[in-house]
C-alpha cells in the first residue's frame, strides 16, 4: 500500500507542472519579451543537456566529441534531416579515430 502512495505521489508530481501551464497559457497573456525568453527555453536547455555529453564522449580525446558536435552542428545549418546529421556526424567521429 505504500509502494502505491509513493507511485501515485511521484506520479501526481511529475503530472501537476505539465498540466497547469497547458491550463492557463491560453488565459494568460505574457509581454512580448516574455514570450520570446519563453521560446528561447528549449534551445538553452537542449544545448545544457548536449553539450557535457560531447565533451565527454572520450576523455583522452575530448576533442573527437567536439568535432562530431561541430559536424552536426555543421549538418543542420544545410537543413539536413536529423537522421543524416547523426550519422555523418558518427562517421566524422568514426574517420577521425581511424586517422588518428
Do not use: E, H
Not at 54 to 73: F, I, M, N, S
Not at 85 to 97: E, P, Y
Request: charged share 10%.
Amino acid at each position: 500500500m505504500r509502494n502505491l502512495a509513493i507511485i501515485l505521489g511521484m506520479a501526481g508530481v511529475t503530472y501537476l507542472p505539465r498540466l497547469l501551464p497547458a491550463l492557463f497559457m491560453g488565459r494568460v497573456n505574457f509581454p512580448p519579451w516574455f514570450q520570446k525568453w519563453l521560446r528561447s527555453v528549449p534551445y538553452a536547455v537542449l544545448g545544457a543537456l548536449i553539450f557535457p555529453g560531447v565533451l565527454l564522449v572520450d576523455r583522452d580525446q575530448p576533442w573527437l566529441g567536439l568535432a562530431g558536435g561541430l559536424t552536426a552542428v555543421g549538418l543542420s545549418f544545410l537543413n539536413l534531416p536529423l537522421t543524416l546529421v547523426m550519422a555523418g556526424s558518427i562517421t566524422a567521429v568514426f574517420l577521425l579515430q581511424l586517422l588518428v
